[in-house]
């Protein structure tokens, strides 16, 4: 297991400057699974070790991933045009980490989103060689009609691209709802895809991606980091 002392343990998971680290060590405002620290030479594993600072504790690790209920509002961007980036509903320590949104959510587009310093995981969920589905719970303005369902399932031609996309699932869960499943990540998929079968989209909530779901207890705009279990849903 990789040990690394102390300053450079909190330089990595996004508390500053090894400078600054060094300094809030010495003052006595960090401690290590539960004991304070005033050595900023000590060692420590890299990964799951116990941090306390600023009445905050998690545990550190080489790699975090990071699940996020998206509001409506903000833009998966660090260089926004017109709205709050979102990477701004996390703590500081987490936005000097560098985490990268796993694909984009539009705006007006709330629900699961993953964010990541781990570029291997990003690769996966986003190639579109592995197909990985992601489920959205549409709002359309108007009334769903079995042959829309049917011509989602089917394949449509957006405007401007040939090729024509599958819907995985389109499953009526009123007259102006459906849960959609789509394995492909193009520009505004979803939005085009309802369009192109004569409707509008007027919500669309993003409620899984793969086998992870958007847990029931996250409010929105709240955010946690991705456990192991949640990690292996993502895997298979």
């Given at each position: 297991?990789?040990?690394?002392?102390?300053?450079?343990?909190?330089?990595?998971?996004?508390?500053?400057?090894?400078?600054?680290?060094?300094?809030?060590?010495?003052?006595?405002?960090?401690?290590?699974?539960?004991?304070?620290?005033?050595?900023?030479?000590?060692?420590?594993?890299?990964?799951?070790?116990?941090?306390?600072?600023?009445?905050?504790?998690w545990f550190s690790q080489t790699k975090l991933t990071v699940l996020l209920h998206k509001p409506a509002g903000v833009e998966c961007s660090h260089n926004p045009s017109h709205h709050p980036p979102v990477h701004q509903l996390l703590p500081i320590r987490l936005r000097q980490r560098g985490l990268q949104c796993v694909g984009r959510l539009d705006q007006d587009t709330t629900g699961l989103l993953l964010l990541t310093d781990d570029g291997a995981l990003n690769h996966?969920?986003?190639?579109?060689?592995?197909?990985?589905?992601?489920?959205?719970?549409?709002?359309?303005?108007?009334?769903?009609?079995?042959?829309?369902?049917?011509?989602?399932?089917?394949?449509?031609?957006?405007?401007?691209?040939?090729?024509?996309?599958?819907?995985?699932?389109?499953?009526?869960?009123?007259?102006?709802?459906?849960?959609?499943?789509?394995?492909?990540?193009?520009?505004?998929?979803?939005?085009?895809?309802?369009?192109?079968?004569?409707?509008?989209?007027?919500?669309?909530?993003?409620?899984?991606?793969?086998?992870?779901?958007?847990?029931?207890?996250?409010?929105?705009?709240?955010?946690?980091?991705?456990?192991?279990?949640?990690?292996?849903?993502?895997?298979?």
């Amino acid at each position: 297991m990789s040990v690394v002392t102390l300053e450079r343990l909190l330089q990595a998971e996004g508390l500053g400057s090894r400078r600054e680290c060094r300094g809030w060590i010495m003052a006595g405002a960090v401690s290590v699974n539960q004991q304070p620290v005033t050595d900023p030479q000590q060692t420590f594993p890299r990964d799951g070790s116990l941090l306390s600072f600023n009445d905050e504790q998690w545990f550190s690790q080489t790699k975090l991933t990071v699940l996020l209920h998206k509001p409506a509002g903000v833009e998966c961007s660090h260089n926004p045009s017109h709205h709050p980036p979102v990477h701004q509903l996390l703590p500081i320590r987490l936005r000097q980490r560098g985490l990268q949104c796993v694909g984009r959510l539009d705006q007006d587009t709330t629900g699961l989103l993953l964010l990541t310093d781990d570029g291997a995981l990003n690769h996966a969920l986003t190639s579109p060689k592995h197909h990985i589905p992601k489920t959205y719970l549409v709002t359309t303005a108007h009334a769903l009609t079995p042959k829309m369902l049917a011509d989602l399932l089917a394949g449509v031609v957006l405007r401007d691209d040939p090729h024509p996309v599958f819907a995985q699932a389109a499953e009526p869960v009123d007259s102006h709802q459906l849960r959609l499943v789509i394995t492909e990540g193009r520009y505004h998929q979803v939005k085009r895809m309802l369009a192109a079968v004569g409707n509008r989209v007027v919500a669309l909530h993003r409620e899984a991606i793969g086998a992870l779901t958007l847990p029931p207890d996250l409010a929105c705009g709240q955010w946690a980091t991705l456990s192991a279990q949640q990690h292996s849903l993502l895997a298979n």
